[in-house]
């Protein structure tokens, strides 16, 4: 009987320890492409803003803003959804406006 305890204690240890290493990498591999590309928006802000239009910024927010709650549903274990592929995002959003509002929607309306 106490052997058979043994056996079921270190199978949920076991159990624990795979299912917080996959956690961490995980974390690891949304964390850190994530935090690359922020860290060079933020060194770039300076140069990028004075050529930022509000609707440009905007977009910029909008799309930070839908990373922000894909990757708290993520952490809630709500839905999977593969945040590492939306990161570009941030960086393309500010150009894709640009070339939306100048050159787009002129051939639009």
Do not use: H
């Not at 922020?38 to 440009?56: D, N």
Request: charged share 10%; proline share 6%.
């Amino acid at each position: 009987q106490q052997a058979r305890q043994m056996q079921w204690a270190k199978r949920i240890r076991r159990t624990a320890q795979v299912q917080w290493a996959k956690q961490i990498q995980q974390a690891q591999q949304t964390a850190v492409p994530q935090f690359l590309i922020f860290i060079a928006l933020y060194l770039l802000a300076g140069m990028i803003y004075p050529l930022c239009t509000p609707a440009m910024i905007n977009d910029f927010k909008a799309s930070g803003g839908i990373l922000l709650l894909a990757t708290g549903f993520r952490m809630i274990k709500v839905k999977e959804f593969p945040v590492a592929d939306m990161i570009p995002a941030m960086a393309l959003a500010m150009p894709v406006s640009y070339l939306w509002t100048n050159y787009i929607m002129p051939l639009i309306g």
